[in-house]
């Protein structure tokens, strides 16, 4: 929830800053017809870092309603997390690990759309804000999570992670490399409402914001977590920082 709140304060002050700038019909934006950008996400089901974006805007011959509107691609890669999922120590350690975990859930995001120019910056000074609408598959990685456990006296084995397992024999997390050959897949769709804040500090070179809402769905639930409701649909507020260039 208070990522959610921080999320709407920023759009709130970007908002709120653009409303206070003139226009200017000679915009800098019009020299330019393809925008290129990089960036890092996080997400109301993410940790800080939830994933890494890249996005490729070309824009269209014809109008939207008297706005310049761009072919929207973007192909996003993030980790998706339980709500539920807290870390523990273990008491003789102090190794951190998550109890009940069964399994990661990677998203591949590939995504097209439409995205149009509400708002240009001046040549000099200003925000340009955007639309952005996009749909497209949701690749579902699901591997196994592994733990480290003392099998018996003396001996520390890795294993993926069971309920059967008596907590205190647990003695920390696995490699996060383990476990990707046993890794299923599973495809489902996404779609993304998101409104772009772009900042051009060297005219060509560019940075901003991506704040929106996307929503996905899979075919069945997915078993993140042990004795605890999993889901199929995945709702979640998201902030995307990038950086790229215009031509």
């Known amino acids: 929830m208070l990522r959610v709140l921080q999320i709407v304060s920023i759009m709130g002050l970007l908002l709120t800053v653009r409303s206070v700038q003139a226009q200017s019909a000679d915009t800098d934006e019009d020299k330019y ?10 997400n109301t089901n993410s940790g800080i870092l939830g994933g890494f974006v890249f996005r490729h805007s070309k824009l269209l011959p014809n109008l939207f309603q008297g706005k310049r509107q761009f072919r929207y691609l973007a ?10 999922e807290v870390q ?40 340009a804000i955007n639309g952005i609408l996009a749909v497209g598959p949701s690749i579902g990685v699901i591997k196994p999570y592994y733990v480290q456990y003392t099998a018996r006296p003396g001996q520390v084995d ?14 920390g997390a696995g490699s996060f490399f383990q476990g990707f050959d046993k890794s299923k897949l599973t495809v489902g ?5 998101a409104v772009a804040f772009e900042l051009s500090a060297f005219r060509n070179n560019m940075t901003g914001l991506e704040i929106g809402f996307l929503a996905e769905a899979f075919p069945k639930e997915v078993i993140i977590m042990n004795a605890t ?8 507020g998201f902030v995307t920082l990038f950086f790229g260039n215009k031509k």
């Open 33 to 42: 017809t393809t925008v290129t950008t990089y960036g890092v996400t996080t």
């Open 75 to 84: 192909l996003e890669i993030v980790n998706v997390k339980h709500p539920k």
């Open 88 to 127: 523990s120590q273990t008491p003789y350690s102090g190794a951190r690990y998550v109890y009940n975990k069964q399994n990661y859930l990677f998203v591949v995001r590939p995504q097209y759309g439409r995205e149009v120019s509400l708002f240009s910056r001046t040549a000099d000074e200003g925000i």
């Open 158 to 171: 890795t294993r993926p992670f069971d309920p059967s397992l008596q907590p205190e024999l647990i003695v």
């Open 189 to 193: 769709l996404n779609f993304k409402a």
């Open 229 to 236: 409701n999993n889901r199929s649909v995945y709702t979640s």
